[in-house]
């Protein structure tokens, strides 16, 4: 409808895929290369995740192209098929000629008879199957056993799945973890950002005839990227339709209304949250909470405003001090309550309790104080000792240097070795650097808290036993009026929803712990 007005020769965002439209940009053309790459190497199963509409058919589609005639593809689109029909459905996919009474022992051997054949004839033959993650687990483990089939140095057999992340989710289970450890090569589809969005957006314009001046902007891409969360197909819809509303208007400016429009007017636009609708609302909660915090600390700020009047000389400075520090010590005790990454006695007391080592025992820790986070001051006053030389790692045992609100741990624990001493004081090193440099709009998880009494069970159980990746676990100290608690952060994540994601796939040795999201920007004001 729209083709003419902007001089295509047809349309651009159809969502069923079109090879001929393929945008390499999002990694997308990497991973296409290690596709074919896997594919050349014959070896093992390769596993592609990416969710709904984030292009799997399209690479799919693309690899069967980019492959030679000397490999054979069995496609299998519909994955509900049972254990006991699998070999059948491989077979049929074949062209095998099988007796309806067939055993499945004789359709193993047929196949393999097969699959021998082609690779006399220096040929491969490679399973496609998508929407894995609908596939039983039975019959994944089904098709496992058919990559056993090999020859001294080839595997008859080459398996690709394409699924959803609750493919992960599957494969992560005890019952089919033999399939897990056959798996070479693992590639993940993310969303594209508003950058590749811009540029898929103009790519597949130009791809299509449209010779005039670049119709998208980088204000409307990112503005498409916030209603579709950077997957392919919903792009491609919210862009047909503003090319449609443009169209229907008569104009060739496409703006931020066209694409509201485009929303609007989509099956997904219900599930959209205008983000400017609630921008008054947050303004509104944070005149409120200004409104109670100024009406619940007056008698702290009252008397500071009074007392200048009623006292003189030195005895006004020294008052003045005293209301001052005491109202700087209320207001920052204030703020801490309300961060979310402060350490409240309900945390501690739910997540210092419970210690699991790798025997299932559960350590008890002390509980009956109640931690509260000091947030250091501006400038700390050392000793004299300390201003006369640099701190080392041979400090006191927990003591706390605590200098432009930072809070930095060098510990000698008489109950750890001196490694562990070493270790762990390059683990908090490392952390705060990662900290320093880290994305302020990213997520962390926060994994688990230990009082310091327990410092000797946690270093083990980190070098040891800790079941996540050890690069990218994070491990800070904070001390509290009685103690020091240490926080473990696991991962860096660019939004809320991938960090949620990474929250779900935890093991459940950790998620007893009872992890939870944290704002990198607010682990900062508090832990930097």
């Not at 729209?2 to 439209?21: C, M, N, Q, V, W």
């Not at 229907?248 to 983000?275: I, Y």
């Not at 790692?393 to 060098?410: H, L, M, R, T």
Request: aromatic share 8%; net charge negative.
């Amino acid at each position: 409808m729209y083709e003419a007005h902007f001089g295509l020769k047809r349309s651009p965002f159809k969502i069923t895929p079109d090879t001929s439209l393929f945008y390499d940009g999002g990694k997308r053309g990497d991973i296409l290369g290690g596709l074919v790459y896997a594919v050349h190497r014959g070896e093992g199963i390769v596993k592609v995740v990416g969710e709904v509409g984030s292009g799997k058919t399209m690479l799919c589609r693309m690899l069967q192209l980019k492959l030679p005639n000397t490999v054979e593809i069995i496609y299998i689109a519909n994955p509900s098929v049972s254990a006991q029909d699998i070999l059948f459905v491989i077979a049929h996919e074949l062209g095998l000629s099988i007796d309806k009474n067939a055993s499945k022992h004789e359709v193993m051997h047929m196949l393999q008879d097969y699959l021998l054949q082609r690779h006399m004839e220096d040929k491969q033959v490679v399973l496609f199957v998508e929407e894995a993650q609908s596939m039983p687990l039975d019959t994944l483990e089904e098709i496992r056993l058919l990559s056993n089939l090999e020859t001294d140095q080839h595997k008859l057999l080459q398996i690709i799945l394409f699924g959803q992340p609750e493919l992960d989710e599957n494969l992560a289970q005890q019952s089919i973890r033999q399939l897990r450890e056959r798996i070479t090569h693992n590639f993940n589809l993310s969303p594209l950002t508003h950058d590749e969005i811009h540029r898929y957006l103009n790519f597949r314009m130009r791809e299509v005839g449209y010779t005039g001046p670049e119709l998208v902007d980088v204000s409307l891409a990112k503005k498409v990227e916030q209603y579709s969360g950077g997957l392919l197909r919903r792009i491609n819809i919210i862009a047909d339709k503003i090319l449609l509303s443009a169209f229907a208007e008569s104009t060739h400016n496409l703006t931020s209304k066209h694409v509201v429009a485009a929303v609007n007017d989509s099956s997904f636009g219900q599930d959209v949250k205008k983000p400017t609708n609630n921008i008054w609302w947050v303004l509104l909660f944070v005149v409120i909470a200004a409104i109670i915090g100024i009406y619940a600390t007056q008698h702290l700020w009252k008397p500071v405003i009074l007392g200048v009047s009623m006292v003189t000389g030195d005895e006004k400075v020294k008052t003045e001090k005293t209301l001052t520090e005491n109202f700087s010590q209320s207001v920052e005790a204030k703020v801490e309550q309300e961060v979310p990454v402060t350490v409240t006695k309900a945390e501690a007391n739910l997540q210092t309790d419970l210690f699991e080592t790798t025997t299932g025992q559960i350590l008890q820790a002390d509980t009956q104080t109640e931690p509260e986070v000091v947030i250091a001051e501006e400038k700390t006053e050392l000793p004299d000792e300390a201003q006369q030389s640099n701190i080392s790692d041979s400090a006191p045992v927990n003591e706390v240097v605590e200098i432009k609100q930072e809070i930095v741990a060098i510990l000698v624990n008489p109950d750890l070795t001196e490694g562990d001493n070493r270790w762990l004081n390059g683990r908090l090193k490392q952390s705060r650097e990662w900290l320093s440099k880290a994305n302020r709009d990213a997520v962390s998880i926060q994994v688990m808290m230990r009082k310091a009494s327990a410092v000797e069970q946690l270093v083990a159980y980190l070098r040891n036993d800790w079941p996540l990746d050890l690069r990218q676990t994070y491990l800070y100290v904070v001390k509290t009026d009685t103690q020091s608690i240490f926080r473990v952060f696991y991962g860096e994540f660019d939004s809320l929803a991938k960090g949620k994601r990474e929250l779900e796939r935890l093991p459940e040795s950790v998620k007893v712990n009872a992890p939870y999201l944290q704002s990198v920007y607010r682990m900062r004001k508090v832990l930097l």
